[in-house]
């Protein structure tokens, strides 16, 4: 058993518990994180297969999120866009075209005239996200109540624009196709991808949390805590660490708290490189499929895939029936939603679970992180789930013990 005392001790590499340190640091605060996993990130990660950059769990980086500039040098991430919009696939390889017109006008065309609903509901999308730009994320505080459902509904879209656009499209980033997340974060997403663009890092998206931990001190890597307590922490070698604060930056299930979260299933296939697929999200307009969207990764980031072969990324709402012959079943499936691939040359390459992916929105929360004497906690759980929102998470409680510790 040892002894150390240190200025701020912060358990968890995530994003959230980064960012903290790196604020901290920049004020010449001695700060030491504690992380139980081989590497820094915490959910976001990426793994490397045969040559393949898979990102545990589809996600993006969206250009236009304030605190990933903030936390940045984000050139040194030589990412790629997604464009902006998305096919949607109605059935029987029927494809509709839901793009930005300012960002691609060479699509207006068929945006115009292959739109997957009306034109009144292309002009409403129009104008909530103008209406929303300036939506500010404190939408924590006092809506809770009206959900995304709620407001989509009354906004009065079409079946076939909900069943296309909408609910696919926000399903999938909410990991909740019912889309019973407050409406304020759908505005205020919303005007997040309208403005921004969504993209993908060259060595995928665990290059985010590789470039923060650069600058955010000192980090013991496989180093599970066991016990937090008032000013020290007991750790699982037995070890004791003093602390004059402590950052708890745990997701909320390794914090050991009750509530509900969203899980996610991807399924990576690999296929041999082909010319001219789309840069963009393929949502799925089918509600009774499993598959919600899909999308080709290498190609709109080349390094996704080994030279000669391309990577296709699956989101599933639901996991498919534990069958031997489910890689049918997908591909039946997939030849109905984009026909102009061959299936058969796609083989399973992996298949990612996370049961943990998206806590449920806090409720009542007027802070971005939470206080009990002399430790905080802190992580996207307590102001809103997104990568922005573990970030500012991070940075607040950052800037708070600041003004606390008087540097
Ligand atoms: C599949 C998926 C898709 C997503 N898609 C998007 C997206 O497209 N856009 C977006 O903005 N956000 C997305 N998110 C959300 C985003 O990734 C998270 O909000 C964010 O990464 C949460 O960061 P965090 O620091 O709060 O928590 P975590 O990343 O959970 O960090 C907690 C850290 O604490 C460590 N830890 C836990 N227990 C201990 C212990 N006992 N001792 C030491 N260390 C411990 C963990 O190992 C981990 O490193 C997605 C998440 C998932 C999983």
């Not at 700060?31 to 081989?38: F, H, R």
């Not at 839901?98 to 292959?114: C, E, G, I, M, V």
């Not at 000013?231 to 009750?258: C, H, M, P, Y």
């Not at 573990?390 to 540097?407: M, P, T, V």
């Amino acid at each position: 058993m040892s002894q150390q005392r240190h200025q701020v001790i912060i358990i968890g590499a995530g994003i959230a518990g980064l960012r903290c340190a790196q604020v901290l640091h920049q004020k010449g605060i001695q700060t030491l994180i504690i992380e139980k996993e081989s590497e820094a990130g915490g959910r976001i990660r990426t793994r490397e297969k045969n040559g393949f950059l898979l990102d545990e769990g589809f996600q993006v980086l969206l250009d236009s999120y304030e605190e990933v500039r903030r936390a940045i040098p984000f050139a040194e991430l030589h990412t790629k866009t997604f464009d902006s919009g998305a096919l949607v696939a109605a059935g029987s390889g029927n494809l509709r075209y839901a793009f930005h017109p300012l960002r691609h006008p060479d699509r207006l065309f068929y945006t115009l005239f292959r739109f997957p609903g009306t034109l009144s509901d292309m002009l409403k999308m129009g104008w909530m996200a103008l209406k929303y730009r300036h939506a500010h994320p404190d939408f924590w505080k006092n809506v809770q109540k009206e959900t995304t459902a709620t407001f989509i509904a009354g906004a009065h879209f079409s079946p076939s624009f909900y069943l296309g656009f909408l609910r696919p499209f926000f399903g999938g980033v909410f990991l909740d196709p019912n889309l019973g997340l407050p409406a304020a974060y759908f505005r205020w997403l919303l005007a997040k991808f309208f403005s921004g663009s969504a993209c993908l890092p060259e060595k995928g998206m665990a290059a985010l949390p590789a470039l923060m931990a650069k600058t955010a001190g000192e980090i013991r890597l496989n180093t599970p805590v066991r016990e937090i307590n008032e000013g020290t922490i007991l750790l699982e070698n037995k070890e004791i660490l003093e602390a004059d604060w402590i950052v708890d930056a745990r997701s909320f299930q390794d914090k050991g708290e009750k509530g509900n979260f969203r899980n996610t299933l991807t399924l990576y296939l690999e296929g041999p490189a082909q010319k001219d697929l789309p840069q963009s999200l393929i949502l799925n307009a089918d509600p009774f499929s499993p598959i919600l969207h899909l999308c080709f990764p290498s190609a709109t980031q080349n390094s996704y895939a080994p030279p000669g072969k391309c990577l296709c990324s699956i989101t599933l709402s639901s996991p498919l029936p534990p069958e031997e012959d489910a890689m049918a079943v997908m591909r039946s499936g997939l030849q109905a939603i984009y026909p102009k691939v061959n299936w058969e040359e796609f083989s399973l390459l992996e298949t990612i679970e996370i049961p943990y992916a998206l806590p449920a929105f806090p409720q009542g929360n007027s802070l971005a992180f939470r206080t009990e004497g002399r430790k905080l906690s802190i992580g996207d759980h307590c102001i809103y789930p997104s990568l922005n929102g573990a970030l500012r998470s991070g940075r607040e409680a950052a800037e708070w013990l600041i003004r606390k510790i008087g540097a």
